[in-house]
């Protein structure tokens, strides 16, 4: 193989590898950013106004954690065309 050839076979090879390391960091850059935004901010709002976003204090008292589903009975025509 020529020397030519060889070398735009590797330079090809290069410009790869150096477009999915940049691609690498650059993605890296935006979840970080998307992640501390979104749930660090969330996070914040939340603790501000004291909301729990999930309960994890058990209760001794409670016999089940179930939590019934309140829906409002429709009348059965209603269901046929939804949408």
Do not use: C
């Not at 590797?10 to 970080?32: C, W, Y």
């Amino acid at each position: 193989m020529s020397n030519g050839k060889q070398f735009f076979i590797n330079m090809k090879k290069g410009q790869k590898d150096f477009g999915e390391d940049i691609a690498r960091l650059v993605n890296s850059a935006l979840l970080t950013v998307v992640y501390l935004l979104g749930v660090g901010l969330t996070s914040v709002i939340g603790r501000l106004f004291r909301k729990s976003f999930l309960d994890l204090k058990p209760d001794k008292n409670k016999k089940s954690y179930w939590e019934d589903l309140e829906l409002n009975n429709k009348n059965i025509e209603e269901y046929y065309r939804q949408f």
